[in-house]
């Protein structure tokens, strides 16, 4: 094992919410570069750092704790390991946690951005649905295999890491304009 990975695990295992909200922020934080720059082909001169330190604020002090607390809960509750147990734990995580996840995400997002809470809820209104759909899309399969085949201390982070993509299509998602542009009048 390589020093890197030895201090990881041992980190990992002595502060593991505070590993796994780092690692959260890290790569959510990276799911915004790879928006600004791959998807939505920005110059670097038009790169928002803002945007993403806001994301890796999220992805540190919300989604990491969210997400290790949750995981936590889940493994106390319905237990560990594949078949039944797993399929319990999918349908918990996306028919509960996921929906209420989505919305308190989308809901900081905007107070971060400096919206009121009436300008942030209107970007749920506008948004959630098409975030939970793409959220029931992929995240399932995920889901059956980390709760089935990853140890629950490493499962923030197999998250985290196909979250690279998932974050990718939220900042580019969350940062789509809510109306369509007013078409251009013929003079």
């Given amino acids: 094992m390589s020093v890197i990975s030895r201090l990881y695990v041992n980190a990992l295992r002595r502060y593991p919410l505070a590993v796994q909200s780092f690692q959260a922020g890290i790569l959510m934080g990276a799911g915004d570069v790879i928006s600004q720059f791959v998807v939505e082909q920005k110059k670097f001169e038009q790169y928002q750092w803002q945007r993403t330190l806001r994301f890796f604020g999220l992805g540190t002090f919300f989604v990491g704790p969210t997400l290790g607390t949750w995981y936590g809960v889940l493994h106390r509750h319905i237990g560990s390991g594949k078949g039944i147990v797993a399929v319990k734990k999918v349908a918990v995580d996306q028919l509960i946690f996921a929906p209420a996840f989505i919305v308190a995400f989308l809901t900081l997002l905007g107070m971060l951005e400096g919206n009121s809470f009436e300008v942030s809820q209107d970007m749920v209104r506008k948004k959630y649905k098409d975030i ?28 985290q890491v196909f979250a690279l993509l998932w974050n990718t299509y939220l900042a580019w998602k969350t940062n789509q304009p809510t109306t369509p542009p007013e078409p251009i009048a013929d003079s």
């Fill in 132 to 159: 939970l759909l793409a959220n029931w899309s992929v995240w399932p399969a995920v889901q059956i295999f980390n709760f089935s085949f990853t140890p629950l201390q490493h499962q923030v982070l197999v998250v």
